[in-house]
């Protein structure tokens, strides 16, 4: 006899498919327009990204910085920094965002996929919030990996963590609830992301100035093991474009550089998004796109990636973009299929 899902997995699906079906991307066996791109196909990345989720809102107006996916528990996880004039327990001020910004506190965020917000928790002198990811494990916990420590010069983390997702927590670096890493003793900007499927974490970090990524295997860094499996110059740096995020699947990093629209990157262009595919043993950039999604949002900020990996379509990659005034950022997530 099939066993029938629970109740949990049910919902799960039902919200993935849902998602799926409002973008208009039909599962398989469906008309050629639609057919996802093999492994080998070039141009895999080409297509522009269709909507997933539109106008989503954080607990802060700030800007989503990055998100990932739970696909087990139905759940987004989103960071952001934190917004000017909170006080928190113990603080004996308000403080404004700049010194948010300069002492690396950030707000992450629980939402449902149809964007519900269903918690939050801070992470006081984290870092900047430029990749996180949710690790599988065999309890019922969200584990969720960020960058951690950050330096009082820049605002960015010096090393990574991990911790279960508590809504309503106020952590600090040193926090008995922590696991922490340094990778790279030295090194700042340190920002991770994860692949559950292949139990593989990636990190960008600057060493020396020079932005890298950093190929790592979670069962090595479990047992104190920093040997990497891949570690190479980051792609595309030497266009000065901001680094806006990045989504690991495989043996493949997927990156995301770009700024909002502005004097130097006007409305009436196409914009300066960049998305690459990058194979990592190889440090081979295999595809890089000039990114045409959604050229009418403003100021369409380029800000998070993830791979949403169980939806009908076959796995998808998410970029999210940000829209509206500073103070009152809302933001929404697109999504295309690739091999």
């Not at 974490?201 to 990524?213: D, N, S």
């Not at 130097?264 to 000039?290: C, D, T």
Request: proline share 8%; net charge positive; glycine share 12%.
């Amino acid at each position: 006899m099939t066993p029938r899902p629970s109740r949990r997995e049910a919902l799960r699906s039902g919200a993935i498919a849902t998602l799926v079906a409002a973008m208009n991307l039909a599962p398989a066996r469906t008309p050629a327009a639609l057919a996802l791109p093999s492994a080998a196909d070039s141009r895999s990345l080409a297509s522009t990204g269709r909507i997933l989720l539109r106008d989503g809102r954080l607990l802060h107006g700030t800007v989503l910085q990055s998100f990932a996916f739970d696909e087990r528990n139905g759940h987004l996880y989103a960071l952001q920094l934190m917004q000017g004039g909170v006080r928190l327990d113990g603080e004996r001020r308000p403080r404004t965002h700049a010194e948010r910004a300069r002492r690396g506190d950030l707000c992450l965020n629980r939402l449902s996929l149809d964007g519900t917000l269903t918690g939050a928790m801070y992470l006081l002198g984290f870092g900047h919030g430029g990749a996180l990811g949710v690790q599988r494990t065999a309890g019922p916990d969200t584990v969720v990996w960020t960058e951690w420590d950050a330096s009082p010069a820049s605002g960015y983390g010096r090393g990574i963590c991990r911790f279960s997702f508590v809504d309503g927590a106020v952590l600090t670096p040193g926090s008995r609830f922590l696991t922490t890493c340094r990778p790279l003793p030295g090194s700042t900007s340190n920002a991770p992301t994860l692949d559950p499927d292949s139990g593989r974490l990636l990190l960008r970090y600057k060493l020396a100035g020079e932005p890298r990524l950093r190929l790592l295997d979670l069962r090595r860094l479990a047992s104190g093991d920093l040997r990497p499996l891949a570690d190479l110059p980051q792609p595309g740096a030497a266009l000065g474009l901001p680094f806006q995020g990045m989504a690991l699947r495989a043996d493949h990093a997927y990156q995301l550089l770009g700024s909002a629209y502005g004097p130097a990157n006007p409305v009436s262009s196409p914009g300066n998004i960049r998305l690459y595919r990058i194979h990592l043993p190889s440090g081979k950039v295999e595809q890089q796109i000039l990114d045409r999604t959604a050229r009418n949002l403003v100021p369409r900020e380029p800000e998070g990636l993830a791979v949403l990996a169980s939806s009908g379509a076959g796995p998808l990659l998410c970029m999210g973009l940000t829209q509206g005034p500073t103070g009152d950022k809302s933001f929404s997530l697109y999504a295309r299929p690739f091999g």
